[in-house]
């Protein structure tokens, strides 16, 4: 591959110059949004319209439960996550974004003083830092500061995804949640392909084989994620799936906790979570991931993991957690998440 400074350059050339609204892409890979929730969707209805026309993500890379919390986004460009984060998080919380390319950190920046009289908040709780995913210190981003980390389909640009993990998990407050949407391979991109400035600004030859992303998370603290969301993603352009052969593409969100007692398995110590029906806007359920919904005062068998990432977290005041990990009943059975019939049990996790 070209030296990290070249790869740089040239992506801050595709987003700043080459491209100059979504319609520009080449591909269908940095369009592939999730279903993006009624309220989302109604406060991005209140953005500004240049905001919207820069935006080049693959998912809708936001939470649920941030109100009042500090949360990064990296890769913002034009800032339409920062701003319908800023909504969400309300007058009480902050949102940081941060990218290398003026052109697009100009769009976020000039339009902070409209956001703000649109959202009826009576000063900015929103910045834009002009750096690099990898070196997060650079911007000031301090040890154990951060609540929720997102990205939308930026981290697969990254030159050294390992820097950018270990970045993440640093500013990461214990508990803390990473988020987002990117784009992913099902095998190691050749190097000549992650060579091609088209396909690597397209989110495709920089993107992250499934099995290394695990790797990687493992390395850098994350010793367990959940994939939220996944699609297959179909390119659309018949000279690039030429170039591509058998690669294929997937859009993935995944969740992944700082927590210092996750286990790089599923164990049973014989928890239950009980979900109180009080997240906003979910009064019936909700989903951890793409295998766990857990019903309004249901009780349900869950793995040590999965009852920390409830319990130990910001959604510890939503849920019961009845149980520790006093006893070990071995493994976890990994298959869906059973609820409690009759006072027995089959356990299941990811």
Aim: charged share 25%; proline share 3%; net charge negative.
């Amino acid at each position: 591959m070209e030296s990290s400074k070249e790869t740089v350059q040239q992506v801050k050339a595709y987003y700043g110059e080459e491209l100059t609204t979504s319609a520009d892409l080449k591909t269908t890979a940095c369009c592939t949004g999730d279903a993006i929730p009624v309220e989302h969707k109604k406060i991005l209805a209140t953005l500004e319209d240049e905001i919207l026309a820069k935006f080049y993500g693959c998912g809708s890379p936001l939470p649920e439960s941030i109100k009042g919390r500090t949360v990064l986004d990296l890769g913002c460009g034009s800032g339409r996550d920062v701003y319908l984060a800023s909504k969400l998080v309300g007058e009480t919380g902050y949102v940081i974004g941060v990218d290398m390319t003026d052109n697009q950190l100009e769009v976020a920046q000039r339009n902070i003083d409209k956001q703000m009289r649109t959202f009826g908040f009576s000063k900015p709780n929103v910045s834009f830092r002009k750096g690099y995913i990898e070196d997060l210190q650079s911007v000031e981003i301090a040890d154990n500061s951060v609540d929720i980390v997102i990205s939308n389909c930026v981290l697969n640009l990254s030159v050294d995804k390992k820097k950018a993990f270990a970045e993440i998990f640093r500013v990461l407050k214990p508990g803390g949640e990473l988020y987002f949407s990117d784009v992913f391979a099902d095998r190691r991109v050749p190097a000549d392909l992650i060579d091609d400035p088209v396909l690597y600004g397209e989110c495709l030859s920089g993107a992250l084989y499934t099995e290394d992303f695990r790797r990687i998370m493992l390395e850098c603290g994350f010793q367990d994620f959940r994939v939220v969301e996944q699609s297959p993603i179909g390119i659309e352009n018949p000279d690039i799936e030429e170039k591509l052969g058998m690669i294929n593409f997937d859009s993935i969100t995944i969740r992944a906790f700082k927590l210092a007692n996750l286990e790089d398995t599923c164990e049973d110590y014989g928890q239950i979570a009980i979900y109180k029906g009080t997240i906003d806007g979910m009064p019936h359920s909700f989903d951890l991931d793409d295998h766990h919904q857990f019903i309004t005062g249901k009780p349900y068998t869950v793995c040590g993991n999965t009852a920390s990432m409830l319990g130990e977290t910001r959604f510890a005041e939503h849920f019961t957690i009845l149980g520790d990990r006093a006893v070990h009943y071995g493994l976890f059975d990994c298959s869906e998440t059973p609820a409690v019939k009759n006072g027995a049990s089959t356990a299941s996790c990811c």
